[in-house]
């Protein structure tokens, strides 16, 4: 299998379509026909490798990319249900390290101090068939699957045969209406149990627990359904008129007090080593429970917090799920390379004696940086005694779902006697500059990371910078891919970013034209070159994106447009911080969302007489589009909009564009938050939400009325 960092476009394109086809099959076996083929860790595999390959190439990304899809489409056989709460999942995390991450990541969002306590509940993930329970006035109305995250297969009778799934609620503080998720599940000796009548019968043995739980539920005749020992633990919630608690751990044990199953392994802690160690707990307990689980989930207890948080493409960014360890293999480092990419960073990749993991030939791992080498964490203590990596060493490869696997551990007492400390070049590989380690301003140590000082003389971060410059968020020429960039640079034609603008120039006056080198003719190159001078002019936000600005990608680009406006704002301000002190830099580090490092890192690009010296030979060619000034006083500022139903006379796009100008805040969903809803024809679910919460609605005539168009 070929790295993500050495695939061209094409084969990235190819891999893609693959990927797009053997993950929707995967999902439509576990989900759809309770039989996968894979385990969870190869299927975890191969939405890592989609994932890094879209985040390098995100001018491919498919339609049916797997990135946006939840499950699979439920089969015609059963009824469907809209889910009126999205049944998303959750992203993993494979490590200790992950999960310190993760709740670093979710305190700075919360804008929350590292040494501030951030409580959140753990609990086992249930390996089994995730169900909707829907009340009304308590009694138990509608049940349905995950299906593909949005819709899912009405099992609402069979549902009722399961004893742990309460027919009327009961107890206190029960809502109006409230839609209880949990996981269906066969315990391990009612598994064995029932293979053995199967046997007994003549009849071929089920192959889990999970497939077996999941094809029970999904039994045309419930009277099959009701035969099986199927179970139920509640744990979460979609839809509901009214939350009785204030946290996560209180809902779920009001869940018990309703009729539910809860799981006796939850608990609620305050300290990231509380939750490993409740991890660790789990993990020792797995093999004597009787349910399969596959790791741990956490999640922010305060529900106000997660409504803060939200969520992220299919995933909530208040919980994780921290996954057990995929299976391990013992193979031999046989060479060491280094990769540079765009911001020059050395990688370094281990090259291994070809070994198979959990059905996988594996011959890379990454080694993530000098220090990792060495074995020595990020406070300079070792990170495993005598764990220091040498080429010959016999070593422990493991695949938890990352794209190259890792190595987790090196047997020393195989190592050779010949064998040599590894350590990383100090000079370029791909262009003698120096490779420095550069200190951190604010903490004072080592980053981890040896870059290269030789910017835009490089030749790995030239070429990786030009594949950046025509990416799909930046200039998306037509025509001119990662492919071209390559050759363009190869053929001495583009070596830099402002090179692609006179390249039409150059070509009338060269001996050997475009249009007979490989790959091009005379109409490819003209429809090339009409591609460039499209892009003469271009949105200000995607020109500071294109620069390919360490820290800077496209969130923080246009945070920086919206807030200067013109590019000749943007270049005032920037040298007016050189020195990281008075005004214009207090400015920039105070935008919301910047920061100190974004912003110390666009200062250093515009000071670098290289980087500059690009930018101005670009602005002799393109004319970045000063943005668009967010109104503050609009009467839709400062508001959350929701637009819903067909709309007739604006896009979607062109909606959401132009309530943002506004000054508004565009949501995809209805809550209690919402301060207006613009309705189209063949509205649904979210104008009848709306008027039930008593949330002001619109159609698109008095939307244009509101705002004045």
Request: hydrophobic share 40%; aromatic share 6%; net charge negative.
């Amino acid at each position: 299998m070929i790295e993500v960092k050495k695939l061209t476009a094409e084969q990235a394109e190819l891999e893609l379509e693959r990927l797009a086809a053997e993950i929707a099959g995967h999902d439509a076996r576990y989900h759809g026909q309770d039989a996968p083929t894979v385990s969870d860790a190869d299927y975890d595999a191969l939405r890592q490798r989609n994932s890094a390959i879209e985040k390098r190439f995100p001018d491919l990304i498919r339609d049916d990319s797997p990135s946006f899809s939840v499950g699979s489409v439920v089969q015609s056989k059963f009824d469907k249900i809209t889910h009126p709460v999205p049944m998303l999942s959750l992203d993993n995390a494979f490590s200790d390290e992950d999960v310190v991450d993760f709740v670093g990541r979710v305190k700075r969002f919360l804008k929350l101090s590292p040494d501030q306590l951030l409580a959140l509940t753990a609990e086992p993930k249930i390996d089994g068939l995730s169900l909707a329970l829907r009340y009304e006035q308590g009694e138990l109305v509608s049940t349905a699957t995950r299906g593909d995250g949005a819709v899912g297969e009405n099992v609402t009778a069979n549902a009722r045969t399961i004893g742990d799934v309460p027919l009327q609620l009961s107890g206190d503080s029960v809502p109006d209406v409230v839609e209880v998720r949990g996981e269906v599940y066969l315990g391990k000796q009612d598994f064995l149990e029932l293979n053995a009548r199967m046997e007994a019968q003549g009849k071929p043995a089920y192959v889990n627990p999970r497939n077996t739980a999941a094809g029970s539920l999904r039994q045309l005749d419930s009277r099959i359904t009701a035969s099986r020992p199927l179970k139920f633990f509640a744990y979460a919630w979609g839809e509901v008129s009214a939350v009785p608690r204030n946290s996560q751990m209180e809902m779920v044990e009001l869940f018990q007090q309703w009729g539910f199953q809860i799981n006796p392994l939850m608990g609620r802690f305050d300290q990231v080593e509380q939750l490993i160690g409740r991890y660790r707990l789990i993990e020792e307990q797995r093999p004597h429970l009787d349910y399969d689980i596959d790791g741990v989930v956490y999640k922010v207890d305060d529900l106000a917090l997660q409504q803060r948080l939200g969520f992220v493409s299919r995933s909530p960014r208040w919980a994780i799920a921290h996954k057990f360890p995929a299976e391990t293999a013992i193979t031999i480092l046989k060479d060491i390379e280094i990769q540079v990419g765009r911001t020059g960073a050395l990688s370094p990749v281990a090259r291994l004696e070809p070994i198979t993991v959990g059905g996988v030939v594996v011959s890379n791992a990454t080694l993530h940086n000098e220090d990792y080498i060495a074995g020595i964490g990020s406070d300079g203590e070792p990170i495993r005694e005598g764990r220091d990596l040498r080429i010959g060493d016999t070593v422990t490869v493991y695949r938890a779902g990352d794209v190259i696997p890792k190595i987790l551990d090196v047997d020393l007492s195989k190592r050779p006697k010949d064998a040599q400390p590894y350590k990383l070049p100090d000079k370029c590989p791909a262009c003698g500059s120096d490779a420095v380690r550069e200190r951190n301003v604010n903490s004072g140590k080592l980053d981890s990371t040896r870059r290269c000082t030789g910017g835009f003389i490089c030749p790995a971060q030239a070429v990786e910078g030009l594949k950046h410059f025509v990416s799909r968020n930046a200039f998306d020429i037509d025509g001119l891919g990662e492919k071209q960039a390559e050759a363009f640079y190869a053929w001495g034609l583009v070596m830099n970013p402002a090179d692609i603008f006179s390249l039409k120039q150059r070509d009338a006056r060269s001996l050997t034209r475009l249009e007979n080198r490989d790959g091009f003719g005379k109409l490819s190159a003209t429809n090339l070159f009409d591609a460039i001078d499209a892009r003469r002019e271009i949105d200000l936000h995607r020109f500071i994106f294109a620069l390919g600005i360490r820290h800077v990608g496209e969130g923080n680009a246009k945070l920086l447009a919206r807030h200067y406006h013109t590019i000749e704002a943007i270049l005032t301000a920037m040298d007016d911080s050189s020195g990281f002190d008075g005004g214009a830099w207090e400015e920039l580090v105070n935008i919301d969302g910047i920061g100190e490092t974004a912003a110390r890192a666009a200062v250093q690009f515009f000071a670098d007489p290289n980087s500059r010296g690009v930018v101005d030979e670009l602005l002799t060619h393109v004319t970045p589009k000063p943005a668009e000034q967010v109104s503050s006083e609009s009467p839709v500022a400062g508001k959350t909009v929701v637009f819903t139903g067909s709309l007739e006379q604006m896009s979607r796009d062109e909606a959401k564009a132009m309530a943002e100008r506004l000054g508004a805040k565009v949501a995809g969903s209805v809550s209690g938050k919402t301060d207006l809803v613009v309705a189209g024809p063949g509205a649904g679910s979210k104008l009848k939400k709306a008027t039930d919460l008593g949330v002001q609605t619109l159609d698109e005539d008095g939307w244009f009325d509101l705002v004045g168009r």
